[in-house]
């Protein structure tokens, strides 16, 4: 099995999320590199989670970080390929660096974003992130977001159900989406419920 579609899954906290997305073959896993973040995840607790999984990448995700404190924290974690910021200037300050980047962005921040500085973002590489504080995309928000996907790489981890995700990826031309990891119930036990049924959705045989 495979899916159809490029996958990120964010804020990993626990082996039992890692290993059944490993399992779903998404493509990327993010870890909360940021001490003061509130999924914050260690180098130890990092490297007990990574060792059991394979097939896939990890991404580092910053908020505040300057581009000198994010490459000091990832000397400690030297198998992420890939680094999603908050803020772009970091982002740009490292291109180059042989990491894959990705912007995250608020749905009212892209509404604001000049096309041309999409596009040459693109250019370098970096995919823009998607997000929103509502749970369902309006008409408004959804002409935004195809807008930019138009210019460049867009995963959206907005209004997404296992109902709509196929018709979201080919109405608005995103090069994927990103869910999020939970929170074990107690170590080992998790309620994959709505995380399993969008990846499922989106299966497809090889």
Same mark, same amino acid.
């Given at each position: 099995?495979?899916?159809?579609?490029?996958?990120?899954?964010?804020? #990993? @906290?626990?082996?039992?999320? +890692?290993?059944?997305?490993?399992?779903?073959?998404?493509?990327?896993? =993010?870890?909360?590199?940021?001490?003061?973040?509130?999924?914050?995840?260690?180098? @130890?607790?990092?490297?007990?989670? @990574? =060792?059991?999984?394979?097939?896939?990448? /990890?991404?580092?995700? /910053?908020?505040?970080?300057?581009?000198?404190?994010?490459?000091?924290?990832?000397?400690?974690?030297?198998?992420?390929?890939?680094?999603?910021?908050?803020?772009?200037?970091?982002?740009?300050?490292?291109?180059?660096?042989?990491?894959?980047?990705?912007?995250?962005?608020?749905?009212?921040?892209?509404? *604001? %974003?000049?096309?041309?500085? +999409?596009?040459?973002?693109?250019?370098?590489?970096?995919?823009?992130?998607? @997000?929103? %504080?509502?749970?369902?995309?309006?008409?408004?928000?959804?002409?935004? #977001?195809?807008?930019?996907?138009? *210019?460049?790489?867009?995963?959206?981890?907005?209004?997404?159900?296992?109902?709509?995700?196929?018709?979201?990826?080919?109405?608005?031309?995103?090069? =994927? %989406?990103?869910?999020?990891?939970?929170?074990?119930?107690?170590? =080992?036990?998790?309620? /994959?419920?709505?995380?399993?049924?969008?990846?499922?959705?989106?299966?497809?045989?090889?």
């Amino acid at each position: 099995m495979a899916l159809s579609t490029f996958v990120k899954i964010s804020g #990993i @906290t626990n082996l039992s999320d +890692a290993r059944y997305c490993s399992g779903m073959y998404v493509d990327l896993l =993010g870890f909360s590199l940021e001490a003061e973040s509130d999924k914050y995840i260690t180098a @130890t607790q990092f490297s007990e989670i @990574t =060792g059991w999984v394979s097939g896939l990448e /990890f991404v580092g995700e /910053f908020l505040s970080y300057d581009s000198e404190q994010v490459l000091s924290t990832l000397d400690s974690y030297p198998t992420v390929k890939w680094i999603e910021h908050d803020r772009i200037e970091p982002l740009v300050a490292l291109e180059g660096k042989g990491f894959g980047l990705i912007y995250k962005m608020d749905l009212e921040e892209v509404r *604001h %974003i000049e096309l041309e500085v +999409a596009e040459k973002l693109n250019e370098s590489g970096i995919i823009f992130h998607i @997000t929103s %504080i509502h749970e369902e995309l309006n008409e408004e928000d959804k002409k935004g #977001i195809k807008l930019i996907s138009e *210019h460049c790489r867009v995963i959206l981890s907005a209004g997404i159900s296992a109902e709509n995700v196929q018709e979201l990826i080919e109405e608005l031309n995103l090069y =994927g %989406i990103s869910l999020t990891g939970g929170d074990e119930i107690k170590p =080992g036990l998790k309620d /994959f419920d709505e995380l399993a049924d969008i990846l499922e959705a989106l299966e497809v045989e090889d």
